[in-house]
């Protein structure tokens, strides 16, 4: 896959892209262009991901882990204010690293849903 298409995606990493080419590297042309499309859908911006983890400190923690797709731990962080806000400032700082594996757990999916595509 092209990493000059990659690179229009918003906050995409280095690690990210190297995912998703090692990943795609089988695709035809056609599956390349469906799978950007549908990946696109589903991937999460890091930024985005770290201004709900801020909004987090000041009005409903674990929104970040809502738009992860971890229910649970947003529900926990929902009801304890963030584990007593330590949690949310460990997902500060980690924000990268949890939208990475998010997007990597989309790209499996995606690739999934891709080739099942005829």
């Not at 590297?25 to 801020?54: A, G, H, W």
């Not at 909004?55 to 584990?83: E, W």
């Amino acid at each position: 896959m092209n990493p000059q298409v990659l690179m229009s995606l918003p906050g995409i990493s280095p690690e990210e892209i190297l995912f998703i080419q090692e990943a795609t590297k089988d695709l035809s042309e056609t599956q390349e262009n469906n799978f950007l499309m549908v990946y696109n859908t589903k991937r999460k911006d890091p930024q985005t991901i770290m201004i709900c983890t801020i909004i987090g400190f000041v009005a409903v923690a674990g929104i970040q882990r809502f738009m992860l797709n971890q229910i649970g731990m947003g529900i926990l962080y929902l009801f304890t204010g963030g584990l007593c806000l330590i949690g949310t400032i460990v997902d500060l700082i980690n924000y990268q690293k949890l939208t990475l594996e998010h997007n990597q757990k989309m790209v499996v999916e995606t690739l999934q849903i891709v080739k099942g595509m005829r």
